[in-house]
């Protein structure tokens, strides 16, 4: 049985997220299976929305086009989702989407666990001098205390 049988990848669409999912392609080397593609979407993004010049529209435009802003917000990463899924089933992987809306860091733990899956492959951007000063905190840092399951915790490249 492969160690890895079953694989976590979140994703944010991220140049780094891109990164982590090249590790993700090469577990099917060590006879990986299954991966669980994750795209949460942060509830700031329907309520901070984007526009091709935000400065065009007026607060009460923007407020009357909410629900039809979340719809386009939900359809654009949906079709991004595909496309990535697309690429793992191009590889030999199952796949499985799930799109949240969320905390990130919540929301990966949770599903992790409900999945019941072997690893969960993370980006990390690491820190600068301040920010380890003033402890902030990060997905990958939160998921790692929180998982029930191994994290591989991939860097950016230098």
């Known amino acids: 049985m492969p160690l890895f049988k079953k694989v976590l990848y979140p994703t944010d669409f991220s140049e ?3 990164i982590a999912k090249n590790y993700v392609m090469k577990l099917k ?21 984007q526009f091709d010049d935000p400065f065009a529209l007026d607060v009460a ?9 979340e719809k386009e917000v939900l359809k654009r990463h949906e079709e991004i989702l595909n496309i990535v899924a697309e690429e793992f089933k191009n590889q030999g992987f199952s796949v499985k989407k799930v799109m949240t809306i ?3 860091k919540e929301e990966i733990v949770r599903i992790a666990d409900e999945e019941k899956v072997n690893v969960i492959v993370i980006g990390y951007h690491g820190k600068g001098l301040l920010e380890r000063i003033l402890e902030m905190g990060s997905t990958a840092k939160t998921v790692i205390k929180k998982a029930k399951c191994p994290v591989l915790v991939i860097k950016k490249e230098v």
């Open 61 to 69: 435009t923007i407020y009357a086009n909410i629900p039809e802003i």
């Open 102 to 104: 969320g905390d990130p």
């Open 29 to 49: 080397e060590a006879n990986t299976q299954e991966v669980i593609i994750l795209h949460v979407i942060h509830p700031l993004e329907f309520s901070l929305p």
């Open 16 to 18: 780094l997220s891109n």
